[in-house]
């Protein structure tokens, strides 16, 4: 493949260090397309003979089917995917196949296939969380009214719905996907025509290669189209995203499936045993989706390591942005399916969450507002009041609803019988109606709007 220039073949710890195809044998679809659109334009800018386009376009396809039918021998000594097919092709169809690399360097070609993978990814990733969010609006609708605790510092804190929980979710998850829209729309333009770094002298026309892979355009710089990899970090960035809002949702499951909670039941489906502990029921699922977030981060880092000291244009470093790539794509669409699958599986127990929503005086807040609104008493002196009650509440052993009305009159004078009508936890949720607040009339509201955006 090197021609004329050396004599000797690379030592045996060089062919290790450079060989790729192990890993980007992943590319063969795109490398295929892209070779596909070369040659069509070649032969459109009669750079190539109509004939030998046909030739290629003949011995492309056989390739495909014998990747597709596992026929394919992939060899380490041809380096990577690239040099493989290449190989191949002169093999089934001889001298026209040394046509196709015409104007072409592995340079374009391989930042084109990556991102012809990396545009994919993003869309498959799409899709993945659209059926997740699917899943949460369908426990969303399910629990619009099952009132559960809403924590702060993982302390009871004031009473919610779980429909309202779920759709938080929902809501970061739109985000996510707007993320990955982006650097899907950011990273849609063609290097192919850029060759090694400096362009080309053949008469050739980019704007018909971007057409053909549906590109949106050519890119503008050379140096740029062959060198970048920012779209890699940008996918990463918002996959890492992506898998920490996937590892909140997993430690909340973990959480709530223990006994101290309660909360849920996850089924045989994504429960596993103790080798030991008969009675155990783990949530391995939830704690690896909770784990592959490390790993992802970790491929961030990685790959903003390998490009931060790279002089423009190509180097051999970029053969590591890869792996990290195809790894945390890899992790991020099997976890975002677990987590769909655990979403669909798992039993909410009602009584559980009830039990600690009405624990801890989640109701103080409504107390401090009525003393506010009603009394007219400026909201820190009434949070100071309502502070004073809760200790007395505390040293009764009794909730805030079953306090005696001289109790409280003994700490506020102003206190009325009507006090009783905010200090329930169902009171509480049904009056916290402000825009995006828990409120069951609020909740299926946004419902409302999410199904009619998922459709």
């Not at 770094?197 to 290669?209: K, M, N, Q, V, Y």
Request: aromatic share 6%; net charge negative.
């Amino acid at each position: 493949m090197w021609g004329g220039r050396f004599t000797g073949g690379p030592a045996a710890v060089m062919e290790e260090i450079n060989a790729s195809v192990e890993f980007d044998k992943r590319l063969a679809a795109e490398d295929i397309a892209g070779s596909r659109a070369h040659a069509e334009m070649l032969a459109a800018q009669k750079i190539i003979s109509r004939s030998d386009a046909d030739a290629i376009f003949h011995g492309l396809d056989e390739i495909r089917r014998e990747i597709a039918e596992g026929r394919f021998v992939f060899r380490r000594d041809r380096e990577d995917i690239h040099l493989n097919i290449e190989a191949r092709l002169a093999e089934l169809i001889g001298e026209p196949a040394g046509r196709l690399h015409t104007a072409r360097s592995r340079n374009d070609q391989v930042a084109t296939d990556v991102r012809l993978w990396t545009r994919s990814a993003c869309e498959r990733i799409d899709a993945g969380l659209l059926a997740l969010q699917r899943a949460l609006l369908a426990q969303a609708h399910a629990h619009a009214d099952t009132v559960m605790p809403g924590f702060t510092h993982l302390q009871p804190a004031q009473p919610i719905t779980f429909g309202h929980h779920c759709l938080a979710y929902i809501e970061m998850l739109a985000r996510d996907r707007g993320r990955l829209r982006d650097a899907r729309d950011r990273l849609n333009e063609s290097p192919l025509g850029a060759a090694a770094l400096a362009g080309t002298s053949f008469p050739i026309d980019r704007e018909h290669t971007a057409r053909g892979l549906s590109f949106d355009r050519p890119m503008r710089n050379s140096l740029d189209a062959v060198a970048s990899r920012d779209f890699v970090l940008e996918f990463l960035g918002a996959a890492v995203i992506v898998a920490t809002h996937l590892s909140r949702l997993a430690e909340e499951i973990v959480l709530w499936v223990s006994p101290g909670f309660g909360f849920l039941t996850l089924g045989d489906s994504f429960s596993t045993g103790s080798s030991i502990m008969p009675q155990k029921r783990n949530p391995d699922a939830a704690e690896l989706v909770r784990a592959k977030t490390g790993r992802i981060l970790g491929a961030f880092v990685a790959v903003a390591s390998v490009l931060k000291g790279l002089a423009l244009a190509y180097a051999k470093d970029l053969q590591e942005d890869k792996e990290p790539l195809f790894d945390s794509a890899d992790s991020l669409e099997l976890s975002i399916a677990a987590m769909a699958g655990m979403v669909a599986d798992w039993c909410v127990n009602k009584e559980s969450m009830l039990a600690l929503a009405e624990a801890g005086y989640p109701t103080a807040t409504d107390l401090a507002d009525w003393i506010a609104r009603v009394l007219g008493k400026p909201f820190r002196t009434a949070h100071r009041i309502a502070g004073e009650i809760v200790k007395a509440a505390e040293r009764l052993n009794l909730p805030l609803e079953r306090m005696p009305l001289p109790e409280l009159q003994k700490i506020e004078p102003g206190i009325t019988e009507e006090i009783y009508s905010v200090l329930s936890v169902a009171a509480s949720i049904n009056s916290r109606q402000s825009l995006g607040g828990t409120a069951p009339v609020r909740v299926r509201e946004q419902i409302a709007f999410w199904r009619e955006r998922l459709r």
